[in-house]
């Protein structure tokens, strides 16, 4: 079991940007894969980010509509996902959250690839 607590959101205007956190409980979080995910009113879930490892690499996935703009990243350390998030839109405007998937290895894109779910951080970009 892990539980996942995002920060971070905000009001940020057009062109600013976020760095949101989502801190891990539990000594295995070297053991999940990590994702992002937003839903903005009156729409589906959908993936942002995610990020999974193994043999001694990272591997980082990005929704085309944030590739080069958003950058997530992990510190098993401090068992703590990030996702910066530069040159905001206004259509970024969503609620963000975070999710875990056993297996480091192999990142999902779909929401029912994760298996916890953080209570979600409100992100709003104003034009």
């Known amino acids: 079991q892990v539980q996942l607590v995002e920060s971070g959101g905000g009001l940020v205007q057009a062109g600013g940007s976020l760095r949101l956190s989502c801190a891990a409980s539990?000594?295995?979080?070297?053991?999940?894969?990590m994702g992002w995910f937003r839903q903005a009113p009156g729409k589906e879930r959908e993936f942002v980010a995610a990020?999974?490892?193994?043999?001694?690499?990272?591997?980082?996935y990005y929704a085309d509509s944030v590739k080069g703009r958003f950058t997530i990243s992990r510190d098993n350390a401090e068992n703590t996902v990030y996702l910066q998030m530069n040159s905001l839109k206004p259509e970024d405007t969503a609620v963000y959250y975070c999710?875990?998937?056993?297996?480091?290895?192999?990142?999902?894109?779909?929401?029912?690839?994760?298996?916890?779910w953080g209570q979600g951080t409100q992100v709003t970009v104003s034009s």
């Open positions: 539990g000594r295995t979080f070297g053991f999940y894969a």
């Open positions: 999710a875990a998937r056993h297996g480091a290895v192999v990142a999902g894109v779909r929401p029912y690839d994760y298996d916890y």
């Open positions: 990020i999974s490892w193994g043999g001694g690499r990272t591997y980082t």
